[in-house]
């Protein structure tokens, strides 16, 4: 069956540290791949997605995450966090096709000023 | 653009009553989501939906918990003889297709007394 796993569901960083969340999934063949953000009272909002291409994909507010096909890996990184980055994150694989996406079990981030 | 909308935002009701929980997504998106979100927890998937073919419903958690779409337009989420443990937010999201980026509605958040 496909799924995903985020090791870190609670992490704590003071500003300008760096960031790195880990992202395993279990698909087979194609893969879509995305992170999405959601911010305290906020709805969520997609951070950066990977279909085919560069595996090195860019998102919004200076994220980026690295799709290592050999690893079954999307990890989200950022230089410098900003106590903005406050949130909860997800990443959610998806396979080819009409396959649903699955989201796995989120990573809280809160950045101390 | 619209964005997905849901309704009512808030729904109080006494345990053992029937819910509806409505969603209207963007137009034009073939797949439909509903999620649920727990305080505190991460997103629960419940049922999922895709153009015209079967609904994949592997994430209701009771047979309690049914949902409608008709065609490609509104969905309905109904929770009959509510318990407390069904309070949480309910979440649909919508894409352009299965492995496209969602778009997430504000969420129902619903309290069962």
């Known amino acids: 069956a496909q799924s995903v796993s985020q090791h870190n569901h609670h992490v704590i960083l003071s500003e300008a540290a760096s960031l790195e969340l880990g992202c395993n999934y279990s698909y087979g063949g194609t893969v879509n791949l995305f992170w999405y953000v959601q911010y305290p009272g906020q709805h969520l909002q997609l951070l950066l997605k990977?279909?085919?291409?560069?595996?090195l994909v860019k998102g919004i507010k200076g994220f980026e995450a690295e799709f290592i096909k050999s690893k079954f890996s999307f990890n989200l990184r950022k230089p410098s966090v900003q106590w903005s980055d406050t949130a909860e994150y997800f990443c959610?694989?998806?396979?080819?096709?009409?396959?649903?996406?699955?989201f796995g079990t989120g990573t809280k981030l809160q950045v101390i000023p | 653009g619209a964005g997905v909308s849901q309704s009512p935002s808030n729904k109080v009701t006494e345990k053992g009553k029937d819910v509806e929980l409505r969603c209207d997504p963007i137009?034009?998106?073939?797949?439909l989501y509903w999620y649920r979100q727990r305080l505190g927890q991460g997103l629960e998937f419940l049922i999922y939906?895709?153009?015209?073919?079967?609904?994949?419903k592997s994430g209701l958690p009771s047979d309690r918990f049914s949902a409608e779409r008709t065609g490609e337009s509104v969905s309905t989420l109904t929770i009959q003889r509510t318990q407390q443990e069904d309070s949480a937010v309910y979440l649909c999201a919508s894409s352009s297709y299965s492995h496209q980026p969602q778009h997430f509605g504000d969420g129902t958040r619903l309290s069962i007394l």
């Open positions: 939906f895709q153009g015209n073919s079967a609904p994949d």
């Open positions: 959610a694989p998806s396979g080819g096709g009409y396959q649903k996406v699955t």
């Open positions: 990977y279909f085919s291409g560069d595996p």
């Open positions: 137009s034009g998106h073939t797949a």
